[in-house]
Nanobody, 117 residues
Framework: QVQLVESGGGSVQAGGSLRLSCVVS????????MGWFRQAPGKEREFVAS????????YYADSVKSRFIISRVNAKNMVYLQMNRLEPEDTAVYYC??????????WGQGTQVTVSS
């Protein structure tokens, strides 16, 4: 059974930074395209960023491009999201899972990010 555990969220002021981490157990990540997603109150879950299995390709939502950086360490079964120049609109619960186009594993609890103006 795959388990996803996200961490690193918190409350920051606009312009601040956070680094999210996701550890995956029950599967090796080395062959999987992985992604970060977020869900704001009252909204649908949306794509944020994804990274190919070998880290050579990354993809970002337009709203976070040039501010967020996705990375991974396959040997540790970990995926990261460095979030810079945070904006109040980034406030959401952040989740990791397989990248878009793959059937998602059961979602983890996510990690809350709150950005105040």
């Amino acid at each position: 059974q795959v388990q996803l555990v996200e961490s690193g969220g918190g409350s920051v002021q606009a312009g601040g930074s956070l680094r999210l981490s996701c550890v995956v157990s029950g599967r090796t990540l080395s062959s999987r395209h992985m992604g970060w997603f977020r869900q704001a109150p009252g909204k649908e879950r949306e794509f944020v960023a994804s990274i190919s299995a070998d880290s050579t390709r990354t993809y970002y939502a337009d709203s976070v491009k040039s501010r967020f950086i996705i990375s991974r360490v396959n040997a540790k079964n970990m995926v990261y999201l460095q979030m810079n120049r945070l904006e109040p609109e980034d406030t959401a619960v952040y989740y990791c899972n397989q990248g878009p186009g793959s059937v998602p594993w059961d979602w983890g609890q996510g990690t809350q990010v709150t950005v105040s103006s």
